[in-house]
């Protein structure tokens, strides 16, 4: 799980392009939706945990909602590892190689990078779309809402690879 911490997102500067504005908006909005996540899910689990041992009844929505929020707020924050160089990377071997291969390597990760948030969007919305006649028990809802998770990380994994690829020098 990607530490979900109080990044400095500046606001944009005066000049800024609408594309920097954009992803700084994006980024905020993602950012403070997991901050969001988060807590509903301490919230549900910890009603949950005093309804089954003060209460004696556990609601029947509790773990469903908080396995939604679960599996967002686990696939979102993962682009919030991506857009600070948070996530797990093998950088050893960069010590023999030449700034020039170096370069050409992270252009080829973010290339991989991207390529995968293709494949999550794409298969997301197959498997959204296969799920749309389940029912979540409990919350009797469509599994699709679970399983749009995919979907729409992918494109925020695609998003967030091509405003890196400017860092890349």
């Known amino acids: ?29 993602l950012e403070n939706w997991c901050k969001f996540l988060l807590l509903v899910q301490i919230v549900i689990v910890a009603y949950v945990v005093f309804g089954r ?23 979102m924050s993962a682009s919030i590892g991506l857009r600070d160089d ?26 991989l990078i991207f390529l995968f948030g293709i494949f999550m969007l794409v298969e997301g919305f197959k498997l959204t779309l296969l799920t749309s006649l389940n029912i979540l028990t409990g919350l009797n809802i469509p599994s699709s809402w679970l399983y749009a998770s995919v979907p729409a990380t992918g494109l925020v994994i695609m998003l967030q690879t091509i405003h890196k690829i400017k860092d890349v020098k």
């Open 1 to 29: 799980m990607v530490p979900i911490h109080s990044a400095v997102l500046t606001a944009p500067k005066k000049g800024d392009s609408r594309v920097n504005k954009f992803f700084t908006a994006l980024e905020s909005l």
């Open 53 to 75: 041992y003060v209460l004696k009844s556990t609601p029947g929505w509790g773990e469903a909602s908080a396995l939604m929020a679960m599996v967002w707020f686990g696939l």
């Open 86 to 111: 948070s996530h797990i990377k093998i950088t050893f071997l960069e010590k023999y190689f030449s700034p020039v291969l170096i370069q050409w390597t992270d252009r080829l990760n973010l290339l």
